[in-house]
């Protein structure tokens, strides 16, 4: 892994384990000995259960104690095999779920706000032993489903079952992202006043489309299919002029003073780039319901492009409009965040502010690393 990707994964586990920590309490050293109590009283259930191991799951902020239960658990961090079964980076992995008192419905409690709360949208995998009746008629009620069968020990004596909780939409063999992504990448809160003062004083291209009026919309190119800035169009994309020959290039304008703000933020996405443009929309001004189908180098396979958002200059007048099937949502994006928007669907702009919004808008070749970041897996 390279660096940025390093961050993005530490990151995002991060993200994870304070998402688990808010909706369930988790275990300190203090709690130990009360912990392997539980064990110790089925230790029928769990016969190999080592002190060493369950400390160390402690210290990693891995064990939820909460009313007497207990659930071990862990999220990988890249795809594992569990029996048969293709595990996914960041899947819940759940090792051990035991009570102290059973038949008092803390267990079930406890265990709902596991797996819908603290994973939500999240697949939930776990193994139980084949003669684990009582365990695999919990679970199940759940709709945990068979995915493979499993053995353990030296021998592979001990038989069991991989069961799965599919909570993870899936679209056309992708897992769906829905309309607009908010990024696990550290936020780009740079000074960016010499770049707002080059843009507040330069040209822009207009937009071509119908869907604004006059100056109400336009970019410029930091890097395009032409040597200067005012080169924003694609070839083949709106009748365009441009020749399918056409070189893509960085432009002039990373050379401006101030502007290596913006290879810092580029740096922190881990990929190469296909149009990077500054994108502004006037003050008090607004862009109609449209969608950019047009562009057919938009997807998820590798070589496609996906669309990044950075607002460079932006406040809460500002509303970024998406629909998904009929369902609108309405957006407010922070500046320095970094924004997945799936521009194929029907979208809007408001700027009711007195300011222009400034977007830096990234076209991004799709790698596994960017299939990575956006958190969707191939199957």
Known sequence: MNNTTTNNLKINMERIKKKMKKFL??????????????????????????GDKIMRQIKDENVVWEDGVLITYNHYKRKQKVGKYQ???????????????????????????????????????LSVRS?????????????????SKIEW????????????????????????????????????LFNFDKVLDYIDNTEFSKVKTKYSK????????????GPTPLDILKPNVLKSKVKVEAVLQDTSLLEEDGFQVINDILAKIPSTFER????????????????????????????NIVRIHVPIRTNDQVNFLLWEGKKK????????????????APHAVKNNSDVDRIHLVIDTYVTDEVRELLEVETF
Request: aromatic residues 14%; proline residues 2%; neutral net charge.
């Open 214 to 225: 006059g100056d109400d919309w336009t970019a410029i190119s930091l890097r395009g299919y």
């Open 329 to 344: 949502t309405e957006n407010y994006l922070e500046e320095g965040h970094y924004y997945y928007v799936d521009v194929t």
């Open 87 to 125: 595990a996914h980076r960041f899947d819940c992995i759940l090792h051990q779920i035991a009570a102290h008192n059973q038949g008092n419905g803390s267990a079930k409690k406890v265990f709902e706000k596991f797996i819908y709360d603290g994973n939500k949208e999240k697949d939930v995998i």
């Open 153 to 188: 020990g030296k021998t592979n004596q001990v038989k069991g079952e991989v069961y799965l909780l599919e909570q993870k939409p899936y679209y056309k063999g992708y897992y769906k992202l829905g309309v607009i992504k908010h990024l696990d990448i550290e936020p780009s």
């Open 25 to 50: 309490n988790h275990a300190t050293e203090d709690d130990y000995e009360e912990i392997m109590d539980v064990f110790k009283q089925h230790k029928e259930l769990f016969p190999h259960i080592r």
């Open 276 to 303: 990077v443009r500054f994108m502004k929309i006037k003050a008090n001004s607004s862009i109609g319901k449209h969608s950019d189908k047009i562009d057919k180098d938009f997807g998820l396979e590798d070589g």
């Open 131 to 147: 003669e684990n009746k009582r365990a695999i008629k919990f679970y199940e009620k759940y709709n945990f489903k068979l995915k």
